[in-house]
């Protein structure tokens, strides 16, 4: 049974960089059929893509996070991570990594839902 | 980018009873919407994708319908574990951004 299990610190001061992995266990992060993702979610509010990427190292990015956001996969450990430059307080969040299942629309290869989901780590930005 | 908008905000109902979710699209993503739960300290759980497959594991509880724009997340005889708040995701229209509804909360 995969599972993803998200670590880093849990305080982070603003204007630094947070740094969080995933590591990712009962499947291998280097299938074909898969890409990675990350998503947060602030204090009382909804989910928020943050980005994706293939064991390759291709990415896509939420644009509004993309000139600060740097995702990146390590597959001889079999995990990934996220880094996230001068943040602010408006970027605490509980910071959830998941698998990021592709399908297909009308014969094209899509990403599309998130399954299975880590427990989720929360982040404060705060001095 | 789409956005989804869920309502209502939070639904109040009773055990045993049949929930009705609602998630809009600004435009048309197909049938490409998912549907997750979301409990404090859980882990969060894929329950539909495709609009209307059960993920595996699901109960035939939750039923997911719509297309195009309009979609519904049904929940039928109530159990104390389904108290929880829900989100819809499109994966249509992407790039540039994938997206969540709101979310619904449906507490008792």
């Known amino acids: 049974q995969l599972q993803l299990q998200e670590s880093g610190p849990g305080l982070v001061r603003p204007s630094e960089t947070l740094s969080l992995t995933c590591t990712v266990s009962?499947?291998?992060?280097?299938?074909?059929?898969?890409?990675w993702g990350w998503i947060r979610q602030p204090p009382g509010k909804g989910l928020e893509w943050i980005g994706t990427?293939?064991?390759?190292?291709?990415?896509y990015f939420n644009p509004s996070l993309k000139s600060r956001v740097t995702i990146s996969v390590d597959t001889s450990t079999n995990h990934f991570s996220l880094k996230l430059s001068s943040v602010t307080a408006a970027d605490t969040a509980v910071y959830y990594c998941?698998?990021?299942?592709?399908?297909?629309?009308?014969?094209?290869?899509?990403?599309?839902?998130?399954?299975?989901w880590g427990q989720g780590t929360l982040v404060t930005v705060s001095s | 980018e789409v956005v989804m908008t869920q309502s209502p905000g939070t639904l109040s109902v009773s055990p045993g009873e049949t929930a009705t979710l609602s998630c809009r699209a600004s435009q048309s993503v197909s049938s490409n919407l998912a549907w997750y739960q979301l409990k404090p300290g859980q882990t969060p759980r894929l329950l539909i994708y495709g609009t209307s497959t059960r993920a595996t594991g699901v109960p035939a509880s939750f039923s997911g319908s719509g297309s195009g724009t309009e979609f519904t997340l049904t929940i039928s005889s109530l159990q104390s574990e389904d108290f929880a708040v829900y989100y819809c995701q499109q994966y249509n229209n992407w790039p540039p951004a994938l997206t969540f509804g709101g979310g619904t909360k449906v507490e008792i």
């Open positions: 990427l293939y064991y390759t190292g291709s990415a």
């Open positions: 009962g499947g291998s992060i280097s299938s074909s059929s898969y890409y």
């Open positions: 998941a698998r990021h299942v592709l399908t297909y629309n009308y014969g094209s290869e899509i990403k599309g839902w998130f399954d299975p």
